[in-house]
């Protein structure tokens, strides 16, 4: 069966080894804002059969890195807090997607919230902080 990826997506490439575990993620502008998503697969369920909330907590992680890359502008941001409700269970074949929305920003942190979707069924909602760094190996700036 091959999966339709919804219009005005294009696969997210990234030098990100770990993400290549999980995806392929996708995406796209939406007026203005970015929207990333992926098909949900038989690799993100937890025993109970639906999708594991790690993989979700993962997407809306990098939801929020886009969302702060596309407003703030292309820094690197380094996840400092990412608190997570969990609304709704989601299952291997439904689209998840999510959007981002900085609320605040300073010259080093950033505040931001995020909503995912699954088939347009509201799944979790998050709040993130973010630091503000010069590039990845700026570990010292923590």
């Not at 502008?29 to 929207?35: A, F, L, T, V």
């Amino acid at each position: 069966m091959t999966l339709q990826i919804p219009d005005g997506y294009a696969e997210i490439v990234m030098e990100n080894p770990f993400l290549d575990l999980v995806g392929p993620i996708y995406g796209r502008d939406n007026e203005g804002r970015i929207e990333v998503g992926l098909y949900a697969d038989d690799r993100h369920k937890n025993p109970g059969g639906v999708i594991h909330g790690g993989l979700l907590m993962t997407l809306v992680d990098n939801l929020m890195g886009a969302t702060i890359h596309h407003t703030v502008g292309p820094r690197y941001a380094a996840t400092v807090s990412l608190n997570c409700d969990f609304l709704s269970a989601t299952k291997p074949g439904e689209w998840i997607s999510g959007i981002g929305e900085v609320t605040r920003h300073t010259s080093s942190m950033v505040f931001i919230r995020g909503l995912l979707k699954a088939d347009d069924r509201p799944i979790m909602t998050a709040a993130g902080v973010f630091k503000l760094l010069d590039n990845p190996s700026s570990r010292n700036n923590r």
